[in-house]
């Protein structure tokens, strides 16, 4: 096989060199500066100037011919022009070796850049690896390994997410329903009905756990330290309950022992007040609570707890510790409570859910537990679901949490190659910008809202008279502002200019879970500035 690379000036060097292991690859220079400025046109001339230099045509040497760049054009007029089949390669240079390294498993594009392709390969392939471990047959190897409803949990899986629905009781059927369906779309692999601390519902549970069972067939547990609570949820057969404790352990074993509900167990006595605050007596006393249970032939889950950081008492670094020795000491599947963490950090979420759950893997957790109770903690569930296969995939390929398939870099760049050819224009004037002492008013206004349920971008339109005119709905900036010019809702340049400004905004604050207000600043605090 041989390949011939065409790019343009600025990107020749990085192109070289990250192909000069190839002995199978050329790499062509053009004369455009940029090689997003190559057309189809350019690229045929190109070839034609290549073949007359050589005398021969390039099909005879080269297999085909792949073009760098963020090239917007269909490629497919260079080989019918040619001879000479021509495709799109990655868009960055540094990308192109695990292109060609996995060339037999992807179909190049005149249309679409390779690494869409890539992404989507090595992806796939690390499903496939976690789907072939979830298959592998139940071994207890002691406790480590249980079934939670249908659900297998243990060292020999990936870390599960329990997705913590708070004040259960308090929602409405639909608000319930709408929250179970939103944490399984994030996926959550179980489901957990948070009850109202210091109230009993004992007789909502019915209802409660209904709606539930309606929705998925995933484990369904209750969360509560009320006893009354606690004996209803096992009798009406949830998966797992939590949580278990000195203080309520001997009333609820007889309705343990009679079902399939796996109990999560803490080190606490909260009927008399304990919570152990040292690495030794969280370990002693969780030891102690969970030989009750196993004595009984019920199967737990231990939670030595997860504490906040820089929490009085135990602290956090000594929590993780507790957990670490913990695990080292017994043979079941353990909890670990992310969420204390996390809602009570004030920091965005997304790096320190795959740091706690980088955490968690390597000291041996099973169950990994949050709710999305604050708004900095939204996609909590959906980001731990990621980083539990990060490190799944790791942990099983003794390798680095990287290049796995899966990554949780939302807000940067793992590559930061940006193009800039300003300083290159010598000779050419330079404005520096401000803005207009003096608004003429267009002859209508917009009011722009975000319809988050449906992640629509809404658009209301007044007249002069501030009359509401038309509500516009789209998913993107372009449909709506398109739409407006074809209903001649705009008349003046600047106001187009502001509504594009703004619907950019609220696109943004819509797939990041940011905040959108008209006119203020996304990224408004001290960090930004």
Same mark, same amino acid.
């Given at each position: ?134 298959? *592998?047959? #139940?071994?207890?190897?002691? @406790?480590?390994? $249980? ?5 297998? =949990? !243990? +060292? ?127 370990? *002693?006393? #969780?030891?102690?609570?969970? @030989?009750?249970? $196993? ?5 737990? =889950? !231990? +939670? ?146 975000? +319809? ?78």
């Amino acid at each position: 096989m041989k390949i011939l690379i065409i790019t343009g000036k600025q990107a020749y060097q990085k192109v070289k060199n990250a192909v000069k292991k190839y002995n199978f690859i050329d790499v062509h220079k053009t004369n455009i500066s940029i090689a997003a400025f190559l057309t189809p046109n350019m690229i045929i001339n190109e070839i034609k100037l290549l073949e007359k230099e050589k005398n021969i045509r390039l099909s005879e040497i080269y297999d085909f011919v792949l073009v760098t760049g963020l090239i917007r054009h269909d490629l497919k007029k260079v080989e019918e022009e040619t001879g000479i089949k021509c495709y799109k390669s990655t868009r960055e240079a540094s990308d192109i070796p695990l292109l060609i390294d996995n060339l037999k498993d992807i179909t190049l594009s005149t249309r679409d850049y390779a690494d869409d392709q890539i992404i989507k390969f090595v992806k796939q392939k690390s499903e496939e690896e976690i789907k072939k471990a979830e298959e *592998k047959p #139940l071994n207890s190897k002691g @406790n480590v390994n $249980i079934k939670i409803g249908a659900l297998k =949990v !243990g +060292d020999d899986y990936p870390m599960r997410v329990l997705g913590e629905i708070v004040h259960t009781p308090w929602l409405s059927d639909k608000e319930l329903e709408e929250k179970i369906t939103y944490y399984l779309n994030s996926g959550a692999d179980m489901i957990d009905l948070g009850m109202v601390s210091n109230e009993d519902h004992s007789k909502d549970l019915k209802r409660i756990v209904g709606i539930a069972r309606d929705i998925t067939d995933k484990p369904i547990s209750v969360d509560t330290l009320n006893t009354e609570e606690l004996i209803e949820a096992i009798n009406l057969g949830v998966d797992m309950v939590l949580s278990v404790d000195g203080g309520n352990a001997e009333e609820l074993i007889p309705y343990l022992k009679e079902g399939d509900t796996v109990a999560v167990v803490l080190p606490t006595n909260y009927r008399i007040n304990y919570v152990p605050e040292t690495i030794e007596g969280k370990i *002693k006393s #969780l030891e102690g609570n969970v @030989n009750k249970l $196993i004595e009984n032939d019920i199967k737990v =889950v !231990g +939670d030595p707890i997860l504490e906040p950081i820089n929490n009085s008492g135990c602290n956090f670094t000594e929590s993780v510790i507790a957990c670490k020795m913990f695990k080292e000491k017994n043979n079941i599947p353990m909890f670990f409570g992310i969420g204390n963490v996390t809602e009570l950090f004030d920091v965005d979420s997304n790096g320190a859910h795959a740091l706690l759950t980088a955490i968690g893997s390597e000291i041996g957790a099973n169950i990994l537990f949050t709710p999305e109770a604050s708004s900095k903690c939204k996609f909590s569930i959906k980001e731990l679901k990621i980083a539990t296969k990060m490190m799944f995939l790791a942990k099983k390929r003794n390798s680095l949490p990287k290049d796995v398939g899966f990554d949780l870099i939302n807000y940067k760049d793992k590559k930061f190659d940006e193009l800039t050819t300003h300083e290159n224009y010598k000779d050419v004037p330079v404005i520096m910008a401000k803005e207009n002492e003096r608004q003429i008013l267009d002859e209508g206004s917009f009011k722009i809202e975000l +319809d988050r349920k449906n992640k629509l971008i809404v658009v209301i339109y007044f007249d002069r008279r501030k009359n509401p005119k038309y509500i516009i709905k789209g998913k993107t900036p372009k449909e709506i502002y398109e739409t407006a010019i074809r209903y001649n809702l705009i008349k003046k340049i600047d106001h187009a200019s502001y509504l594009g400004k703004e619907l950019q905004k609220a696109e943004i604050a819509l797939k990041i879970g940011k905040k959108y207000n008209q006119d203020f600043e996304l990224f408004y605090n001290e960090f930004w500035k």
